[in-house]
């Protein structure tokens, strides 16, 4: 089985809505740590923390993550 | 400008690590102290040098552990700031900081069992209270060194 490793485009979509690690994640209830963990694939966040993340940023799951085929 | 979250996140950071750095302090004075006892060493000085250490670094901790609480009822009165502060990632951590401790635990109980059939240990309390300290350390370290 081939190894699937999860993007994201946070930064991207973090920026262009101008907001900061910090505002964001004030926004969705979470710690600026945490956002930056997401942001640089550390971590990978909950169903939940991924939806408020859609919501806050206005752009579908999808566009913010992506299941990419590992080599 | 740092939000409340920002700034209450720091200080605990900050409370952590007085903490942890105390309790390390102490657990290394305790270990010290009790090999000596131990192996029946006669340290004379060095046993008060190490009480004192024990006594100050006790201190210290109990400061520090104060100074996080007070600031836990801070987080605890605004439930915004209460769910932020303990999000899913503080969770996860604590829960790798409860599997480190269960390890260091094992290990520690390993490394007596083997000594035991070089030593004698005849105070089981000093090991008891040992164990525990090691537990509640690696804890506490584990979580200051994920959240940091």
């Known amino acids: ?71 | 400008m740092s939000s409340k979250i920002e700034l209450l996140d720091q200080k605990r950071k900050r409370y952590r690590k007085g903490t942890v750095t105390w309790l390390f302090v102490f657990v290394a004075a305790w270990i010290v102290r009790s090999a000596l006892k131990v192996q029946t060493v006669d340290a004379g000085l060095w046993y008060d040098v190490l009480l004192a250490i024990l006594l100050i670094s006790s201190l210290l901790q109990a400061y520090f552990v104060r100074r996080e609480l007070l600031l836990g009822r801070e987080i605890k009165n605004d439930p915004l700031v209460k769910e932020a502060l303990n999000d899913e990632l503080i969770q996860l951590n604590e829960l790798k900081a409860w599997k480190a401790a269960f390890f260091a635990v094992i290990g520690f109980v390993v490394i007596v069992a083997i000594l035991s059939f070089f030593v004698h240990f005849n105070d089981l309390m000093m090991l008891l209270i040992t164990v525990f300290l090691i537990g509640f350390g690696t804890y506490n370290a584990a979580v200051y060194f994920l959240n940091r």
């Open chain 1, 1 to 71: 089985m081939e190894e699937k490793k999860l993007s994201n485009t946070l930064k991207i979509q973090r920026t262009i809505k101008n907001l900061t690690q910090e505002q964001l994640a004030e926004l969705v209830g979470v710690t600026r740590k945490t956002i930056n963990t997401v942001e640089n694939g550390v971590y990978i966040p909950s169903t939940y923390l991924a939806l408020k993340l859609s919501k806050v940023l206005e752009v579908s799951v999808e566009e913010l993550f992506q299941l990419n085929e590992g080599g």
